[in-house]
């Protein structure tokens, strides 16, 4: 049985412990990515919207709103299922905790594509400044 708050719970399958995540954590975590998600979407949306006015800005938007979106849809289930994985083949927690950061600054980086695409679609349009009298 599981408990309130409980990530994960351990079964046995044919004769081997095994331990999953329950469904209320895989939602709960999801759950907390909500705002983020509809701001995504809407960014996502909106550039959709402007396509015909701004292509390039809108484009900029898009993507960097889609990559952004795809890290955090994919982000906690990548980590869960390396976590699994190697726990399953008998890694050390070191080897986990390496694979960890590795796949944080995977992450980090991609993040920062997204990023890069956002300021670009926030400053790209500008021209040059007028200069003042």
Same mark, same amino acid.
């Given at each position: %049985? ?21 469904? /209320?954590?895989?939602? +709960? ?14 960014? +996502? ?16 938007? @898009?993507?960097?709103?889609?990559? +952004? ?16 994985? %190697?726990?399953? /083949?008998?890694?050390?927690?070191? /080897?986990?905790?390496?694979? %960890? ?13 997204? +990023? ?6 926030? @400053? ?10």
């Amino acid at each position: %049985m599981v408990n309130p708050g409980q990530q994960s719970r351990v079964i046995t399958v044919d004769g081997k412990e095994a331990e999953i995540l329950t469904i /209320e954590s895989s939602w +709960m975590d999801y759950l907390g990515r909500a705002p983020m998600f509809l701001v995504l979407v809407g960014g +996502m949306v909106y550039g959709l919207i402007t396509w015909n006015r701004h292509r390039s800005v809108s484009l900029f938007a @898009f993507l960097g709103c889609l990559i +952004m979106l795809v890290l955090q849809l994919g982000s906690p289930y990548v980590t869960t299922s390396v976590i699994h994985q %190697m726990s399953r /083949e008998g890694a050390t927690s070191v /080897e986990i905790a390496n694979a %960890m950061a590795r796949l944080g600054l995977i992450n980090s980086l991609l993040a920062g594509v997204g +990023m890069a695409f956002l300021l670009g679609a926030v @400053f790209g349009w500008r021209k040059a400044a007028i200069p003042h009298p």
